[in-house]
């Protein structure tokens, strides 16, 4: 199980959000603000440690593990709004997006990526 809870300001950002195991099947993710987090999760089926989350700017990676964050990834342009992490696959990341231009939707994308090592 997965559950968000809305942080002090003063213990993270919007951008670096943190990780707690309640129990070994429960993990909370911490934030400041609920407002910025449309969450996407995925669970790769493959035996991993890891799990993908997204607030639609930023690809947060949990090791679940060690419940340390690894280095986030951003979405090539800023105009890209991630709204779901579609698949993770050996060392590839599929995620669907909103393409914006002059704060208006013009286009849902998918887009692929190469996970960088480790992930």
């Known amino acids: 199980f997965f559950f968000l809870e809305k942080m002090s ?6 951008w670096n959000p943190q990780a707690k195991k309640l129990t070994e ?3 909370v ?4 603000s609920y407002s910025f987090w449309q969450i996407s999760v995925h669970i790769p089926s493959e035996e991993t440690p890891f799990l993908y989350v997204t607030n639609g700017e930023v690809v947060h990676v949990l ?11 951003q979405a090539p342009r800023h105009e890209v709004r991630i709204t779901s992490i579609m698949n993770v696959h050996k060392d590839m990341i599929t995620v669907e997006a909103e393409f914006h231009h002059d704060n208006m939707k013009i286009a849902n994308i998918i887009m692929d990526a190469h996970l960088p090592n480790g992930y």
């Open 25 to 27: 099947n429960v993990i």
């Open 9 to 14: 300001s003063t213990i993270g950002t919007i």
């Open 29 to 32: 993710l911490q934030v400041t």
């Open 63 to 73: 090791d679940t593990a060690t419940m340390e964050f690894l280095p986030r990834m």
